[in-house]
Structure formats: structure tokens, C-alpha cells
């Protein structure tokens, strides 16, 4: 299993939903406060994490029942 957190990191600020919308990814960039994309989608697995520029850190690992999320990032925080 790959490293993942709980905790999101100050630099992720975004997320881009990847949901199956009309047999292709939804590609909407959302803000962290927004769980809820207007395709429909709640953030979920595969969702793409993402700095305020844009620049993609990460993706969510796995979405549990209660909810909580456990993130994956694949480069070290900036200082």
C-alpha cells in the first residue's frame, strides 16, 4: 500500500474531479472547501490533488464510509 495521509497538506488547495461524465472524465478543478463538483460527483478515489497554481501533488487513495479521506502525494512539500 503506498503512503497516505489524513491530514491534507497546506499546499493542496484543489482538486480535480475524474468522474465518468458522458464516457470521459469530468475535469472540473475545484476548490478544497467545495466536496461536491456540479457534475454531480462527490470528491472521491482517483480525484487528482492539486496546488493553487494548478500543478498536480497528489490523488485522493481512498474515500472510507464515514467519509474521511486518505490522500496520496507524490512530491515532497514545497518550503
Known sequence: M???????????????????VDNKPCGKINDMSIYLCNC??????????LTADGSTIGRMYKLHDDL????????????
Open 68 to 79: 474521511s479521506e486518505d490522500w496520496e502525494y507524490f512530491s515532497p512539500q514545497k518550503l
Open 40 to 49: 454531480g460527483s462527490c470528491r472521491k478515489a482517483d480525484d487528482e490533488a
Open 2 to 20: 503506498p503512503e497516505t495521509t489524513k491530514t491534507i497538506r497546506a499546499d493542496h488547495k484543489k482538486w480535480k474531479c475524474n468522474n465518468n
